[in-house]
């Protein structure tokens, strides 16, 4: 069997569900391919003056429902085929959500932490040139996603406003907030899936004091979450970072994690430098070490992938404890390890309604910047909430009714809300 890869997993989860929906051929093939794939290498000059060069890409799924919608990344594993996955996930996710866009993802094939400020900022204005003609607040809107935040953002528009000599705010989101962003945007993310994990404990009568988490990453969506279920009460039990993580049964502090990782740039930075750490103060707060892997399978109640894909897979999935898995990452459950888990019991909420906060903040910012408007961060907070559990409740609704898992019933949703639009363009 060919190894799997990120696009043929979603193609995979992708045909299961169109067994169940009873797609003809006709219908199944307008989900086959992206309709845009472009790819370039973007050269810059780095700051020795010697000049440097990186395989980029931007890839456009599906733009029936709306201009095409998502992030761009910066990471050595960003090829073209994890960027295909990533756009589809994108199409089902604005759907999901029922927001006005289609899905598209972008990536530059690098290592950014191997980069100075000034060498990103280069490699981010020499994307945008590459791509300026396939991106526009009416065609493709990008945004931040795994290594890019507000700055890169900030650089991209203007040099889209330099390249067009237009004002173009709406052109890419997650933006800072003196140059276009929206309030709420940098939280959204997590907030979306904190929104619909109280509403699932809520409607289980459990009670957050009770809950036990574990939350792998500690970048935007994963620190925040943290900080958003300790605020309410659930014990975070462990959290991770690239070098690794700490665990305490009796629950951490993420404002205490957030400092030493702003100090140290590690979590794990209270207690030690790189893999080595003070083992007598660990003992004696009640927290120890635990790698990426460990962390995972930690008894828990609610489990949080906030980082990188296929972390769980056919190889763990057997040993997860956690009963819920909320997953703030794109692609984080491989489909082995979603049958096992299954299996298990375990309730599973997909990346494409779990983290769907991220791009519903992104909708709402580029309202503002088509309209001039400025949102309050109340109205963002509610207008969120609404949309991302009526996302929930359609998913739920879907899974109710065709004894669907909550991912099926997902892609469920997404996919027929996709084909509508398609149909009534008059594509099939
Ligand atoms: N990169 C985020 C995601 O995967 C946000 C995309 C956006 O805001 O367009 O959903």
Not at 164 to 193: E, H, Q
């Amino acid at each position: 069997m060919a190894m799997a890869t990120p696009y043929t997993r979603f193609q995979t989860t992708l045909r299961d569900v169109f067994v169940k929906l009873d797609l003809t051929k006709e219908e199944q093939a307008l989900f086959a391919e992206p309709q845009e794939i472009h790819r370039t290498d973007i050269s810059f000059q780095r700051d020795d003056g010697s000049t440097a060069t990186f395989p980029a890409f931007r890839v456009q799924y599906n733009n029936a429902r709306g201009p095409y919608k998502g992030g761009i990344r910066y990471h050595p594993l960003a090829d073209e085929d994890e960027v295909k996955a990533l756009a589809a996930l994108m199409s089902i996710k604005t759907a999901v959500v029922n927001i006005p866009f289609g899905g598209a993802k972008g990536g530059v094939q690098c290592n950014p932490k191997e980069l100075s400020k000034k060498e990103l900022q280069e490699v981010s204005r020499a994307y945008m040139r590459a791509m300026v003609e396939h991106v526009g607040a009416d065609i493709d809107c990008p945004a931040p996603d795994v290594n890019t935040n507000p700055a890169i953002m900030a650089w991209m528009r203007d040099e889209y406003e330099k390249q067009t000599r237009s004002y173009s705010p709406a052109v890419i989101t997650g933006k800072p907030l003196s140059y276009g962003g929206s309030l709420g945007r940098d939280t959204a993310t997590a907030r979306g899936g904190f929104f619909i994990l109280q509403e699932m404990m809520d409607r289980r009568a459990m009670d957050p004091e009770e809950l036990k988490v574990v939350i792998q990453g500690f970048g935007n969506a994963g620190a925040h979450m943290a900080h958003f279920l300790h605020g309410a009460g659930y014990t975070v039990v462990a959290v991770s970072d690239s070098q690794g993580g700490i665990y305490s049964e009796e629950g951490i502090d993420p404002v205490r994690i957030e400092k030493y990782k702003r100090k140290t740039g590690q979590v794990a930075g209270e207690y030690c430098t790189g893999s080595v750490c003070d083992t007598e103060r660990m003992k004696l707060d009640g927290v120890r070490h635990v790698s990426n892997e460990e962390l995972l399978e930690l008894p828990c109640d609610i489990l949080i992938p906030a980082a990188l894909d296929t972390v769980i897979n056919e190889g763990n999935a057997e040993r997860i404890q956690a009963k819920f898995i909320l997953e703030l990452a794109n692609g984080p459950t491989t489909p082995e390890a979603d049958a096992i888990l299954q299996k298990k019991g375990v309730e599973i909420i997909p990346d494409v309604l779990a983290n769907a906060g991220g791009v519903t903040v992104s909708y709402f910012e580029w309202t503002q910047g088509r309209s001039g408007e400025q949102w309050t961060e109340d109205q963002v907070d509610r207008e969120l909430k609404r949309v991302i559990l009526e996302g929930y409740k359609a998913v739920r609704r879907e899974a109710r009714r065709n004894e669907m898992t909550y991912r099926q019933a997902a892609f469920s949703v997404g996919v027929k809300r996709m084909l509508d639009a398609m149909k009534v363009r008059g594509w099939i």
